[in-house]
């Protein structure tokens, strides 16, 4: 279909094409999202609801609301629960079809980079029932970045969280342990700009702080 051809056809990018399809062009809510998920999990629907934050002009006003709930997530993770549950406030959150295949269709770098990597190994692991909630107390810590209104909080993170549901999705165990070790510089981009923000005001992480990251990753 032309809203979905975008996306190369692995295992990955077929869980969300097939789950952009379902919706059939309609809006929905996140109960719609966890009921059509159904025992596909948190992966899935973690994924989806980090995506898109995550690309490099995120959605404006989404990471306050979405972030909140992929902390809840990442709690019932943290848990051990086995089945996502969303809380009723949260549950009646809006996620317009636009945004959602918006998002996916201009996913092409990260799905493509997570794809190069990503396949079910270590398999124990990705279940293990001490590892596992470490992933969601991790997902919690970087979900609450994300849910800041502050320039530069919301893509590093988010994409982190994105690259573990991907992990937590395919059972990749060794992906799982590459995102954690990513987490810290996440983590790092995000304290630097609410240290900025609070230091210099917001206006400084977009004319100080970006460019030198920029900068520093040889990307100017």
Known sequence: ????????????????????????????????????IG????????????????????????????????????AQ??????????????????VPYKLLSFSIKNARFPLRAVELFIRPRLSGLASHRIFLPGVGVMIMLLAAM?????????????FVIFM???????????????GLLLAPVAAAIAGAAVYYAFTYGPEAVETILKPEIKQLLGLE
């Open 146 to 158: 994300m849910s800041m209104p502050i320039p530069l909080t919301n893509t590093a993170p988010s």
């Open 164 to 178: 573990l549901a991907a992990g937590i999705l395919e059972e990749d165990g060794l992906f799982l342990l590459f």
């Open 77 to 94: 993770i943290a848990l051990g629960r086995e089945a996502p549950w969303v809380p009723r406030k949260l549950g009646t959150l809006r």
């Open 39 to 74: 025992d596909r999990g948190f992966g899935l629907l973690i994924l989806l609801l980090a995506l898109p934050a995550a690309l490099p002009i995120p959605a404006v006003g989404y990471g306050t609301p979405f972030g909140i709930l992929l902390i809840t997530l990442g």
């Open 1 to 36: 279909m032309s809203q979905t051809s975008a996306i190369p056809d692995t295992r990955l990018s077929a869980e969300l094409n097939d789950f952009l399809e379902q919706l059939e062009g309609k809006d929905s809510t996140v109960n719609d999202l966890v009921n059509m």
